[in-house]
Structure formats: C-alpha cells, structure tokens
C-alpha cells in the first residue's frame, strides 16, 4: 500500500492527499514532521514533506510525487493524456507554486504565526504576488477549472496555495488578490465543496492546535 509521510497542516502534503483521495487510491498516512535529524533524511534528502512510499522507495517533491502517482496509479485522470495539454496544466501548477505559493510563504510567519515579517520582504512579496495573480488570470481558463473542464494537478496546486495566499493579501496588504476574477472565486468555493477537500480540511483542522502549540514552543 502507497504510505504519504507529512502532516495535515502542511498545504503541500494536502495537495497529494486530495490527489490520492480522488483517485480513489487506498493509502496510509503515516505523521512525519521532517527536519534535519539522520532519521528525517533518510526518508527525505532535505527533510521536508511530502514523501511518499512505494514499493521501490521513497519519493519526495511534490509535483514529482503527482506526476508518478499519474503515470503508475489507476482511477481519475489529473492530469491530460495529451502531451501539449499535459504540458499546459505542468506549466500553471508551476506557476502557481513559483509566483504565488513562494511569495506568499515569506509572509506566513507573520499572518499566521504571530512573527514578524521585514517591512522590504513584505513589499517584495507583495509585488511578486500581484504579478503572479495577473499571470494566473491570463492563462488560467476556469472554464470551470483552472485548465479547462476537469479537474488537474493545476487545481490542487489552486486550491491548497491560493487560498494561504489570499489570507495573506487580506491580513498583511487589505487586498483581495482574486478581485476581478469571478470565475477564479467561484472555482474556489466550489472546490472546497469537494466531499475530499472537505475531509482534508477537517483533519487540517483538527491536527492545527498541535501544530500552533509546535510553533510556538519553538519561537
């Protein structure tokens, strides 16, 4: 049985358990915060999570761990048989994660863990994720996903850093980064409506007091 290493706090461990889920694809998950520890590294080379266990081993990255459970695992397609198409949906999920999931992780201490984030990081993570929103409308379809009419890679990636990323906007900056993009909001409610989703989000919830009382044990 495929066994998912992480936590249900993390957003990117949550995007390959929604995949799992919705291809209906019996797994184990197994709690794993990484680190630096000899323990940690074996399982993962930088310590970071997601992994997943296969049958040959450990798979870490997450969109490397997408695209194999795509090429190996039965059930829903997320992802297009078709090369160009494949290629389109790769590209959004990455810029996704580079243009909106990484300029906003550098203000996350700050609008959720009480930390304090340099006025200059903030203003470079503001701008960044302003261009990347743009990008994402422009080639974004929402039609009614992000790609097109199914549902892909590119909407996990939608889903689990778009919705930080907001919080961010509205906590740190009194923005809505989805203003102007209607058809944008109306696939993130939708996809919160998802029976999976919502079981992710209910264990996310249940695991985030530990998780807090973690991080702050640690400022």
């Known amino acids: 049985m495929l066994k998912l290493y992480g936590f249900a706090v993390s957003n990117y461990y949550n995007m390959v358990k929604l995949a799992l ?8 998950e197994v709690p794993f915060s990484g680190g630096q520890t000899p323990e940690a590294l074996a399982i993962s080379p930088r310590g970071k999570v997601p992994v997943l266990e296969v049958e040959h ?3 870490n990255e997450t969109s490397v761990i997408l695209e194999y459970l795509e090429h190996t695992q039965p059930g829903r397609a997320l992802l297009p048989s078709d090369p160009f198409q494949r290629a389109q949906v790769l590209a959004l999920a990455r810029e996704i994660e580079l243009y909106i999931e990484l300029p906003a992780r550098a203000c996350y201490p700050e609008a959720f863990f009480g930390m304090s984030v340099a006025p200059a990081i903030q ?26 009419d199914s549902l892909s890679v590119a909407d996990l990636y939608f889903l689990y850093s778009v919705t930080l990323a907001r919080v961010v906007g509205h906590k740190l900056f009194g923005v809505d980064f989805l203003e102007g993009m209607p058809a944008a909001k109306a696939l993130l409610e939708r996809l919160e409506q998802l029976p999976n989703a919502q079981r992710v989000a209910a264990d996310r919830e249940a695991a985030m007091p530990q998780f807090l009382a973690m991080v702050a044990a640690r400022k």
């Open 21 to 28: 889920l919705e291809k209906g694809l019996p797994f184990e």
């Open 57 to 59: 081993g450990y798979l």
């Open 123 to 148: 203003e470079k993570s503001k701008a960044e994720l302003l261009l990347g929103f743009a990008s994402l409308a422009r080639h974004g379809k929402f039609a009614p996903y992000v790609a097109g």
